[in-house]
């Protein structure tokens, strides 16, 4: 039993020992293939993936060209490093209403995909299309293979709209976060007036109830807000306090509504202060 235990411990010392130096050694291999992954690329002789040394460094423009000896079977060769050409690529940016044309200079290997914001003249933009050498729509290109492309303003927002005062109209546009919902029949504020918003255009219909996030907008129409006299009384309360003010025919006697109501701020006002002296 002894003898038994002692040749285990023996054992498991041994293997202790192997294992320490198998992890040292594993350890030296991985510093080895770090530093040799910097030269490796693929052989012009061999055709493999193999390590080199540089035998003479030139430079060429921005880039350079370099002498490699490799090290599995000794073949010299030159291997070139260029940057990617700059290219400039067409690209119609869209503002609201606005639109015009920039070249916008990348790289040729650059790949692009639809949706993909990017930044021009301190603005954000969207690409929404993008057409290949022979016109056709892609969503994914190389840069040198895009003959052109589309792009929205991304963080805000030129929609039109279409201002009505009685008989006649006119069309502007208004500039809004993208972020922004309109709902028909709210009030918004344009040029220092009030105006409700009566219809929106999505592009493929015209709604005048619900609400419309401002990417989908085509276009607003706005009307001037109703005034006093011209709210149409719906429940009968409301149409008789409308008939008392001479506002659904005629009524010898209309009461005016806002003297009505100034009267009464009045009485209060007088009631309040009778009260206080008869208190005092």
């Known amino acids: 039993m002894g003898g038994d235990a002692a040749h285990l411990a023996s054992t498991m010392v041994e293997a202790f ?17 770090a530093d040799a992954e910097e030269n490796i690329v693929e052989c012009s002789g061999c ?21 490699l000896k490799c090290s599995e079977c000794g073949c010299v060769h030159t291997v070139q490093f260029r940057p990617p050409k700059i290219i400039e690529i067409p690209i119609m940016m869209t503002e609201g209403a606005k639109s015009k044309i920039e070249k916008i200079a990348m790289e040729e290997d650059e790949f ?3 949706e993909v914001i990017f930044v021009h003249d301190e603005k954000h933009w969207r690409l929404t299309r993008l057409e290949n050498r022979h016109g056709n729509p892609v969503r994914r290109i190389v840069a040198s293979d895009l003959s052109r492309a589309t792009a929205l303003r991304a963080d805000r927002l030129q929609i039109k709209v279409t201002l009505t005062e009685g008989e006649d109209s006119t069309s502007d546009t208004i500039e809004v976060d993208a972020e922004k919902i309109f709902s028909a029949g709210s009030i918004i504020r344009h040029d220092g007036r009030k105006w409700r918003i009566r ?20 276009r607003l129409y706005l009307h001037e807000p109703p005034t006093f006299e011209e709210i149409v009384p719906r429940t009968g309360r409301e149409r008789r306090q409308a008939w008392k003010e001479g506002r659904l025919g005629f009524n010898p006697d209309p009461t005016d509504l806002r ?22």
């Open 112 to 114: 692009l995909s639809l």
């Open 199 to 218: 219809a929106i255009h999505t592009g493929t219909e015209r709604t005048l109830t619900g609400k419309v996030a401002a990417p989908d907008v085509k």
């Open 259 to 280: 003297e009505q109501r100034r009267g009464s701020d009045d009485s209060r006002r007088r009631g309040g202060s009778s009260g206080h002296h008869r208190g005092r």
């Open 17 to 33: 020992v192997d294992g320490g130096d198998a992890v040292t050694d594993e350890v030296d291999f991985e510093d080895d293939d």
């Open 47 to 67: 055709r493999l993936m193999a390590d080199h040394e540089v035998l003479r460094e030139r430079k060429r423009g921005q880039g350079a060209d370099f002498l």
